[in-house]
């Protein structure tokens, strides 16, 4: 049990309802004494209710590559909790494709038949198809297909900023 010790002021009781609120009552007894009240926070707050709930504050998202199909790979990312659960949330998602998977430099070679979200949806993509800005899926679940028919293209790595806080890198794209 966790307790909170508290200053009973003069005149007054304490006394926690059926739902775990504290009532307060004027009763004009015991004035000159101070007694503590103890209160039992876990029949307030499930500790494991506000854990979830903080957890789901901070975002985090794991990126999957697929093979090449049919000069096509698409990259799933899924965004999930601090717990590292699916967190079914729909979200604002900057990314872009890279030379590094820290999301370093930007390519000089691009997969050159362009980019679009298959599950979410595009915001903004710009001309050479190597940054966009997406808006997950209400199951917080955002697919980019990457198209390229021009021969073998590697060392690509999809990148991903998740609510301004974090860069996400990939497995690399490869297209053989």
């Not at 293209?153 to 900023?161: D, R, V």
């Not at 609510?163 to 890198?169: A, D, H, Y």
Request: aromatic residues 6%; hydrophobic residues 35%; charged residues 15%.
């Amino acid at each position: 049990m966790t307790t909170k010790n508290a200053t009973v002021t003069e005149g007054y009781t304490y006394t926690p309802d059926s739902s775990g609120t504290v009532q307060l009552t004027w009763t004009r007894a015991n004035l000159q004494a101070k007694p503590t009240v103890v209160v039992d926070l876990e029949a307030i707050v499930d500790t494991e209710d506000l854990k979830d709930a903080v957890a789901d504050k901070i975002l985090t998202g794991s990126a999957t590559v697929g093979t090449e199909s049919a000069n096509n790979i698409d990259v799933v990312l899924q965004l999930k909790d601090a717990q590292g659960n699916d967190l079914a949330e729909i979200c604002v998602v900057e990314y872009w494709i890279s030379n590094t998977s820290t999301g370093g430099p930007n390519v000089t070679t691009f997969p050159d038949g362009g980019c679009s979200a298959t599950v979410g949806a595009d915001i903004t993509v710009n001309a050479d198809d190597v940054v966009g800005r997406g808006i997950t899926s209400s199951s917080g679940t955002l697919t980019i297909r990457y198209v390229h028919a021009g021969g073998a293209l590697s060392g690509l790595y999809f990148c991903a900023i998740i609510n301004n806080k974090l860069v996400q890198g990939s497995a690399e794209l490869s297209w053989s």
